[in-house]
């Protein structure tokens, strides 16, 4: 690899000064500010704040609902990742196929990424939803079972982890065609020519080749279905019924915008931070050693 | 990578904004500018407009500029944020479930108070008692009700009619409801009886007031903050059970929350529905068959009778903004609250007209007898009987003597936390609607909750 050196001293640091600005500004800053909030007790006009030590954080680990929200964010993180990395996985391996049209099928399966997440939630709502959806009026043609996700909190979870994987499903796409179309030709024919089939192929060749994309993939999906799939949530069940979808990113907001305790809310991001930040950790460190890296 | 692209083009954006904005020339004639943020949408959002336009056309001092920010949450963490930076407006619309939060933040200057010292003679006796009750602390009026409403019965005329049943009686109580909604399923004239909106406000703070229950300790919380929740006693288990119940039979039909429901009535599913007495003006132009409205349905004996209580927002003005201005708002507030524009807002959005003289002025213009629909949510208010438009016409109307009075129990609710213990509530109520607690179980576990809060509230809250 070619090293660029710099002549001058200052142009390195000016040059990542604009990205380095971003991080502190909408990073670190507000990640500061979320671990002081979490110490205090805040009147909503922000007029009385009591310092309160590690109250607000004892408070959420005795309370049964966060560890109902945690859970929830586990499940759904780990059904989105599960589903979006699978799924596209598919949609890529089929998007090789020697097929007419090729590329508008290519176009076409990368178009989800340009839909905002509470835009896919609105679509899959008004699909979905039991009293002016689409699907349920077809389906009660069918069966008589009420598909009501606004009772039914495993329904409302499938949905949401739906919709969340789907908006996910072109960026994902888009990794797995790179991945693939880099699987050298030469070792498939090889393949061939031993006897093996698509099946075994796939398994033996191709999944183990594109294994380092799996694993940026994963540990991506992860963290945005933690983190960016709010949007989802708040537009098609707002954490209900009960509180079956409230993942932990939904909670923390609907405690401090709606609810206004800031110090509850506090606290939660600083515990949802450090969750991630684990996750991805663990997954860098134990994860990379299975991923073969050409 | 993305995200990053999408600030800096965001900022980019903003900082071109603010120059234009700094460019633009000031205006002619310098009206001092009064700011009022809110959350009303569409039709209302214009119905906002149109009162500022008519006020700024009044006058030649001040110009009201309403700005939509949002949804009502919104626009208080939005208010809120601006006055922890000193740029907030001058009044903010804070739905009813802020109150507390309103009263406790020493960030208000009361209506009542900023009236009076700046020489604004206003009849304050001569408001709706169960409307300004709810906004009014240790004898003093804090906010101005502005867009004021109560839940009432809405019912599908049409339906009635299919299943053999009166159209011009809508039903009176609950045995009633259950009735005839067995009947119109039966006939095949709806799918479901009866939905709800708002399910925490309708189905069980309104029940509990209309039934003389109380929903909390402490008058409701209107005497201290240390409160606690009394919805799990016998009434709220039964009527929660009884909706759990009739939800399995095809009675009652849960919709979700808010107005999620509304479709279900609009598009003819369940005959019956319990929604703010707002939605008239909507209704009015977009349902397809004909439709009534009558009071809340009532249990009967052993349960005595009350009125409804209110929900809706009020207006609020902020400390902090120089006395030259604060005259503007005060006379925008006494505007909007007098006689010809309190009527011209209720005839237009079918929220509550908040003065007697406006009421005897929509009477006295047979407002009632041509849209008996919006008598209903006075009538549950003020206690007056409903109406019998026949023998109302012709006639002055006479307006008849209350049957009930608001009590303790039906002045309202003061509660710190409202907003997450409205959500608890109707958290549990969809455990309970689903199948997976009883309503006992489900209305225990909402208490218990909502006392942890109402002590987060109270202690945060210390005097």
Redo the contacts between chains.
């Keep these: 690899m070619k090293r660029t050196v710099f002549q001058s001293r200052w142009l390195p640091y000016v040059l990542v000064a604009p990205q380095l600005a971003v991080t502190i500004v909408f990073f670190f800053w507000p990640a500061l500010k979320s671990l002081q909030l979490s110490l205090f007790r805040v009147s909503p006009f922000g007029d009385r704040m009591t310092f309160v030590g590690l109250d607000n954080f004892t408070h959420l680990l005795q309370d049964p609902d966060y560890y109902r929200s945690v859970l929830t964010s586990f499940v759904f993180a780990g059904g989105v990742t599960i589903l979006a990395v699978g799924g596209s996985l598919f949609a890529a391996a089929l998007a090789t196929q020697k097929i007419r049209g090729l590329a508008a099928y290519r176009t076409m399966l990368l178009w989800p990424y340009g839909i905002a997440p509470a835009v896919a939630g609105i679509i899959f709502l008004f699909i979905f939803h039991p009293a002016y959806g689409v699907l349920p009026y077809f389906l009660s043609f069918v069966t008589a079972y009420e598909f009501n996700w606004l009772l039914r909190g495993w329904i409302a979870m499938l949905l949401v982890i739906v919709a969340t994987a789907w908006t996910h499903l072109g960026y994902n796409i888009a990794f797995y065609l790179a991945g693939l179309l880099a699987v050298p030709e030469s070792v498939m024919e090889a393949a061939s020519v031993d006897g093996a089939g698509p099946i075994r192929k796939f398994v033996k060749i191709t999944f183990p080749l594109v294994s380092p994309v799996t694993f940026y993939l994963v540990a991506l999906n992860m963290v945005f279905a933690f983190f960016e799939s709010f949007g989802v949530i708040d537009a098609v069940t707002k954490g209900g019924p009960g509180q079956s979808t409230e993942i932990m990113v939904f909670k923390l907001y609907k405690d401090g915008f709606i609810g206004l305790n800031l110090g509850s809310s506090g606290a939660q991001s600083v515990i949802l931070m450090a969750v991630v930040i684990t996750l991805t950790m663990l997954q860098f460190r134990f994860a990379e050693k299975k991923v073969t890296y050409r | 990578m993305r995200r990053?692209a999408r600030?800096?083009t965001s900022i980019l954006a903003a900082l071109v904004l603010t120059a234009a904005v700094l460019a633009a020339p000031a205006p002619a004639a310098a009206k001092t500018e009064i700011h009022l943020w809110h959350a009303m949408t569409g039709q209302l959002s214009e119905a906002v407009e149109e009162l500022a336009r008519q006020f700024n056309a009044s006058q030649g001092d001040f110009e009201i500029k309403p700005l939509r920010k949002g949804s009502y949450?919104?626009t208080?963490?939005a208010a809120?944020g601006a006055?922890?930076q000193k740029v907030h407006p001058h009044i903010v619309q804070v739905f009813e479930v802020g109150t507390q939060?309103m009263l406790?933040?020493?960030?208000v200057y009361p209506v009542q108070d900023l009236m009076k010292e700046h020489g604004i003679p206003v009849d304050w006796n001569g408001f709706i008692a169960p409307v300004v009750g709810y906004y009014t602390k240790d004898g003093k009026l804090y906010s101005m009700p502005f867009n004021s409403s109560t839940p009432i019965l809405y019912y599908n005329k049409d339906a009635f009619q299919k299943a053999g049943l009166d159209p011009s009686k809508p039903p009176q109580t609950w045995k009633q409801v259950e009735e005839y909604a067995k009947k119109i399923v039966a006939a095949g004239a709806a799918k479901c009886g009866f939905s709800t909106a708002w399910p925490s406000w309708t189905m069980v703070e309104n029940m509990h007031a209309w039934h003389d229950q109380p929903f909390a300790t402490k008058r409701n919380g209107f005497d201290g903050i240390d409160v606690e929740l009394l919805i799990n006693r016998e009434f709220g288990v039964k009527h929660v059970g009884q909706l759990a119940a009739w939800?399995k039979e095809g009675v009652y039909s849960?919709?979700?929350?808010a107005g999620?429901?509304d479709?279900?009535f609009v598009?003819g599913?369940c005959a019956m529905y319990i929604q703010s007495s707002a939605l008239i003006g909507g209704f009015t132009r977009g349902v397809k068959f004909q439709w009534g409205t009558g009071t809340l349905p009532h249990w009967g004996a052993p349960y005595k009778q009350a009125t409804s209580i209110i929900g809706g927002a009020t207006l609020w003005v902020l400390k902090g903004k120089p006395a030259a201005e604060n005259v503007g708002t005060a006379r925008f507030l006494k505007f909007i609250s007098d006689t010809p524009q309190q009527m011209w807002w209720h005839v237009n959005t079918g929220y509550l007209a908040i003065s007697n003289a406006a009421v005897k002025n929509l009477e006295e213009g047979y407002h009632f007898v041509r849209n008996p629909s919006q008598y209903t949510a006075f009538a549950q208010l003020t206690g007056l009987p409903p109406m019998a438009p026949k023998a109302m016409q012709g006639a002055k109307p006479v307006r008849p003597k209350a049957e009930r009075v608001a009590t303790p129990n039906s002045q309202g609710l003061r509660l710190g936390?409202f907003?997450?213990i409205r959500?608890v509530i109707?958290?549990?109520m969809?455990?309970i609607?689903?199948g997976?607690k009883s309503a006992k179980q489900g209305l225990d576990d909402a208490v218990a909750?909502s006392n942890q809060?109402l002590k987060?509230f109270a202690?945060?809250?210390k005097p």
Excluded: H, W
């Design positions: 990053t600030t800096c949450a919104e208080l963490t809120i006055y922890r939060t406790l933040s020493g960030a939800q849960y919709g979700g929350r999620a429901a479709p279900k598009n599913d936390n907003v997450q959500d109707e958290g549990e969809e455990n609607f689903g997976k909750k809060m987060e202690a945060a809250n």
